[in-house]
T-cell receptor, first 110, second 111 residues
């Protein structure tokens, strides 16, 4: 059965810190992996990763995929209070179906 | 540009009542989805519609029905609500093989 585990479940850091969020997966016929940010309401798309070892970057956020070891990380540098959210990881199978992790709740203290 | 619009935002039902959650998107996307989100669990797919005129079951379809009314609208119906259906429901849409765009959710409580 397909499985996604995100760690840690929750994390509290101070503004300016750097954080690393983890996502490990076991997905039959893996195609890609997506990261989303969920604040109060709708999840919003961050990254789609399809190739191992190629970092995707958007401002202070970056992410990388390791298809051999079956994991992805999401890094956030110089964190701000606006980064407080639940970060969701979702591997995608060859039928374009997403398997969602339970999320990492990140709290940034001023 | 509104994106994905869900109504209502909140709803309280008694066990056995029925209701329909509405979803509309204005991005001309072909695919639309209904998910539920429960504490400590990932989003779970209830039903999806790959294109107008088609619908398919997801991971947790029991107790729900859907209608893809046209390209823009995809509704979710609970015929006889149960307390286990208390959840936050998200509608989403996507372009072909693109990332999902979500609505702001409907918080449903069944007592």
């Amino acid at each position: 059965e397909d499985k996604v585990v995100q760690s840690p479940l929750s994390l509290v850091v101070h503004e300016g810190d750097t954080v690393t969020l983890n996502c490990s997966y076991e997905v039959t016929n893996f195609r890609s992996l997506l990261w989303y940010k969920q604040e109060k309401k709708a999840p919003t798309f961050l990254f789609m990763l399809t190739s191992s070892g190629i970092e995707k970057k958007s401002g202070r956020l970056s992410s990388i995929l390791d298809k051999k070891e079956l994991f992805s990380i999401l890094n956030i540098t110089a964190t701000q209070t606006g980064d407080s959210a639940v970060y969701l990881c979702a591997p995608e199978d060859s039928n374009y179906q997403l398997i969602w992790g339970a999320g990492t709740k990140l709290i940034i203290k001023p | 540009n509104a994106g994905v619009t869900q109504t209502p935002k909140f709803q309280v039902l008694k066990t056995g009542q029925s209701m329909t959650l509405q979803c509309a998107q204005d991005m001309n996307h072909n695919s639309m989805y209904w998910y539920r989100q429960d504490p400590g669990m990932g989003l779970r797919l209830i039903y999806y519609s790959a294109s107008e005129g088609t619908t398919d079951k997801g991971e947790v379809p029991n107790g729900y029905n859907v209608s893809r009314l046209n390209k823009r609208e995809f509704s979710l119906r609970l015929e006889s609500a149960a307390p286990s259906q208390t959840s936050v429901y998200f509608c989403a849409s996507s372009d072909f093989r693109g990332p999902l765009h979500f609505g702001n959710g409907t918080r449903l409580t069944v007592t």
